[in-house]
Nanobody, 116 residues
Framework: QVQLVESGGGLVQPGGSLRLSCAAS????????MGWYRQAPEKQRELVAR???????NYADSVKGRFTISRDNAKNTVYLQMNSLKPEDTAVYYC??????????WGQGTQVTVSS
């Protein structure tokens, strides 16, 4: 059973920064991609950012230039540095891990609230 432990969410003022972390353990196969999705109230879940084992990344247009995804392969950990946060970034953020077996696992979610 793959375990994903997320941390780093919270309340921040507009223009502020947060860093999310997600550590994966008990992975039966090597990890292929790691990423973050988010879901705001009454909206569909959307991809925020994703990174492959080789370091290739892709981002949602709405976060380009503000968010940075990175990973530590030795620790099976993915990070999301979020800068210049806006109220519209408020959502539950979910970590995802896709193994080489093509199975995807989801974290439990961490709340990010951007408000003054």
């Amino acid at each position: 059973q793959v375990q994903l432990v997320e941390s780093g969410g919270g309340l921040v003022q507009p223009g502020g920064s947060l860093r999310l972390s997600c550590a994966a353990s008990r992975t039966p196969f090597s990890i292929y991609t790691m990423g973050w999705y988010r879901q705001a109230p009454e909206k569909q879940r959307e991809l925020v950012a994703r990174i492959t084992g080789g370091g290739s990344t892709n981002y949602a247009d709405s976060v380009k230039g503000r968010f940075t995804i990175s990973r530590d392969n030795a620790k099976n950990t993915v990070y999301l540095q979020m800068n210049s946060l806006k109220p519209e970034d408020t959502a539950v953020y979910y970590c995802t891990v896709t193994l080489l077996s093509a199975t995807t696992y989801w974290g439990q979610g961490t709340q990010v609230t951007v408000s003054s």
